[in-house]
């Protein structure tokens, strides 16, 4: 059969973007405890091509696809890149990988293990002259400070397309803070390593109440599970709604802000506006 897309284009017409888009494909991911983490992919592939292409098939982006399978990294995606515009032909590629990534996290109480998943995307650019342009994009719910606002940690990158998209959708606000790292995400696992060592090492004693912390949102006077809530907090969202919930089904009939200022006492208001609040 007769190859039209290799057929020469008298038109010259260059093809800014031809691709596939939203195709699920299954996925190997470095995992740091496992070695490798198998998972399914949302992946967009693109080109460009030159004036004298008439295009291509798309079945070549999904045979392109099987240099996905060994495993997904940074290293991999340039020469994915480079392997996309030499079978394809094309001046410069784009690939964005989309995909769930585990971890395990082990419940304070409990001690049961569970699977906390992370959107993580990989994003790809090899441009006519060869260079490479490559972002790796991580955001995760970090604060959930009232039931009208969250706020969320991760890369620039994965910010950024964030707060693109939760504009587009309709978000009242959707603002950058300026913070000194990406609190409350998995990018603090290697922090995390090292206050674990410190809090493990620091006297707690049993408290004269319930304390409860913002990892669980729970009460608990267990000093070893205190110490591991406090660890888990680094990587984990402050549950703070919930904390406060939990507290109001608990039954406190008020609550008291210890330290300048009034923050704390609008975000219980806007959990339960009849609640008294005080400062001290």
């Known amino acids: 059969m007769q190859d039209v897309q290799k057929q020469r284009d008298h038109r010259n017409l260059p093809i800014d973007k031809v691709g596939i888009k939203n195709l699920k494909y299954p996925i190997t991911v470095r995992d740091k405890r496992e070695g ?35 495993e997904v990294s940074l290293k991999k995606f340039s020469e994915i890149l480079e392997e996309m515009k030499k079978h394809l032909n094309a001046a410069s590629a784009h690939v964005e990988v989309t995909f769930p990534y585990f971890i395990e996290k082990k419940a304070p109480e409990s ?5 906390m998943d992370y959107t993580c995307r990989i994003t790809g650019n090899s441009n006519h002259e060869g260079e ?9 719910p970090a604060n959930y400070n009232s039931p009208g606002q969250i706020v969320i940690s991760g890369s620039m990158a994965g910010i950024d397309k964030a ?58 006077s267990d000093p070893d599970a205190i110490r591991a809530n406090l660890v888990a907090q680094l990587t984990a969202p402050v549950r703070w709604t919930q904390t406060v919930q939990h507290m109001l089904k608990d039954g406190a009939s008020s609550f008291t802000e210890v330290g300048p200022g009034k923050v704390l006492q609008g975000l219980i208001k806007k959990v339960d506006r009849e609640i008294p609040t005080a400062s001290a």
């Open 111 to 115: 001690k049961s293990i569970g699977l």
């Open 163 to 220: 707060v693109e998209k939760l504009t587009e959708m309709g978000a009242k606000r959707a603002i950058k803070l300026t913070v000194g790292g990406a609190f409350h995400s998995p990018l603090m696992e290697p922090a995390r390593q090292e206050l674990e060592t410190a809090i493990m090492n620091s006297p707690i004693t049993t408290p004269i109440c319930p304390v409860y912390q913002n990892f669980t949102a729970l009460p608990t």
């Open 36 to 70: 490798f983490q198998p998972t399914v992919a949302t992946i967009d592939m693109f080109v460009s091509l030159p004036h004298k292409d008439r295009g291509t098939h798309m079945s070549r982006f999904v045979e392109m696809l099987n240099l996905f399978r060994p």
């Open 132 to 140: 490479i342009d490559l972002i790796s994009e991580v955001v995760v």
